[in-house]
């Protein structure tokens, strides 16, 4: 059901403070930053080998970014793992017991459809299903 490791998000209070890091520092290859206004994001994606690190900055207070850090402070937020086909990779976590907080897929960055598990059926990690194209 899984290809591979689509990206690890990771929350962060300016994008301008973080990118140096990643993209001078670490030298990982930066793609463009664009807002997802539905989720209250601005995000920075940078490539490194098959998968990407999505650096999320909060656009408001009310963001769900915001209320993670300010529960636990900047740092991995979560982490996406990519499948063929959404609606039957939801189908699928349903049938085996998992709590989904999308049961239907929803507009992520970078043209992806996505689905989070609800942090409780993944033991703490957040954890997003991801079908990149359309
Ligand atoms: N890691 C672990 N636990 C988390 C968490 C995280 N990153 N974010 C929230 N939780 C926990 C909360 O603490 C809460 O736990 P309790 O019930 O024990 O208090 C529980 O999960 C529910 O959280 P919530 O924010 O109250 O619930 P919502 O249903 O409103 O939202 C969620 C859940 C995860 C979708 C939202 O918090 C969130 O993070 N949205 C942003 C998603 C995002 O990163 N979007 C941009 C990425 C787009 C892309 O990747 O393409």
């Known amino acids: 059901m899984l290809t591979k490791i689509n990206h690890i998000g990771i929350a962060v209070k300016s994008l301008d403070n973080a990118l140096p890091f990643y993209r001078d520092n670490l030298g990982m290859a930066f793609a463009g930053i664009e807002e997802v206004a539905e989720q209250k994001v601005r995000v920075a994606m940078l490539q490194i080998g098959e998968s990407m690190i999505e650096l999320l900055e909060p656009t408001s207070n009310d963001s769900p970014v915001a209320k993670f850090m300010e529960k636990n402070g ?61």
Not at 107 to 132: D, N, W, Y
Request: aromatic share 4%.
């Open 74 to 134: 900047p740092g991995i937020h979560h982490l996406a793992y990519e499948v063929e086909d959404i609606e039957a990779a939801i189908a699928k976590m349903m049938t085996e017991g998992a709590r989904m907080i999308d049961e239907q897929p929803r507009s992520g960055a970078h043209g992806t459809r996505i689905a989070f598990v609800h942090p409780k059926s993944s033991l703490g990690v957040l954890t997003e299903l991801c079908q990149c194209g359309h």
